[in-house]
């Protein structure tokens, strides 16, 4: 089976979590309480190098990628709605490896519960974002 994956789709489903990122993580929302459970002050985040951000953006342009291409495996299989099979998949993907990763990753490391959720939201907001990108542009 030959999967074609949508390039500019999986560009923009990447870019996304970059906008996500910044409201997600900006005073309006969980700024303040995501630096207070992880020990940090905001002078700990002024000057701070480019590389977590490009990082981050590979990152998510890999997980982009991986998402379409899995939505295409998905939707041949159960043959719904291209959107409806990638946000299926998206949420599967999401339940399956993130969640469950950083879960594990985070009792370990005695995270308080309130930043768990906080990074476990925003890893299902910006999933099932690059889900409806690439859903809606097949």
């Given amino acids: 089976m030959n999967v074609e994956v ?12 970059m906008p996500i990122g910044y409201i997600w993580y900006s005073p309006a929302f969980f700024a303040k309480p995501w630096m207070k459970y992880r020990g940090l002050k905001s002078s700990d985040l002024e000057g ?8 981050t953006l590979l990152a998510s342009l890999i997980t982009a990628y991986v998402l379409a291409h899995v939505a295409v495996l998905s939707n041949s299989y159960f043959g719904h709605s291209f959107l409806q099979d990638t946000l299926s998949t998206a949420f599967w993907l999401w339940l399956g490896f993130t969640a469950a990763r950083l879960l594990t990753h985070s009792l370990f490391d005695r995270d308080d519960w309130r930043l768990i959720a906080i990074s476990l939201g925003y890893e299902l907001v910006t999933i099932m974002a690059m889900g409806l990108i690439i859903g809606l542009m097949k």
């Avoid at 949508?6 to 979590?17: H, R």
């Avoid at 701070?48 to 990082?55: A, F, R, V």
Wanted: hydrophobic residues 50%.
């Fill in 6 to 17: 949508n390039y500019l789709a999986v560009s923009l489903a990447g870019l996304v979590s």
């Fill in 48 to 55: 701070g190098s480019p590389l977590p951000y490009i990082l």
